[in-house]
Nanobody, 115 residues
């Protein structure tokens, strides 16, 4: 079974950067898409962006130009580099991985952006 563990969350001032990591372990073969969602208090979980097993990425409009997703396939890790953070980016961030028509989720990491 595939396990995902996020790290890198914390408190950051508005305008600053933060990088999240998500390491996959266990049964890691045939992972196709990896990416990130987020969920702010009282809101639904929303897509941040996705990264295919190659290099193609897609982002939600509200993070485009500020967030970058990358993958290190050798280390089975996906990263979320966030820059120019806004208070509205405050949320729990969850990575996911798609494998054999099933989606796996990490436990989430909290990001708080202060004004």
């Amino acid at each position: 079974q595939l396990q995902l563990v996020e790290s890198g969350g914390g408190l950051v001032q508005a305008g600053g950067p933060l990088r999240l990591s998500c390491a996959a372990s266990g049964s890691i073969l045939s992972i196709t898409f990896m990416g990130w969602y987020r969920q702010a208090p009282g809101k639904h979980r929303e897509l941040v962006g996705t990264c295919a097993s190659g290099v193609s990425t897609n982002y939600a409009d509200y993070v485009k130009g500020r967030f970058t997703i990358s993958r290190d396939n050798a280390k089975n890790t996906v990263f979320l580099q966030m820059s120019t953070l806004k208070t509205e980016d405050t949320a729990d961030y969850y990575c996911y991985a798609d494998q054999s028509r099933r989606r796996y989720w990490g436990q989430g990491t909290q990001v708080t952006v202060s004004s």
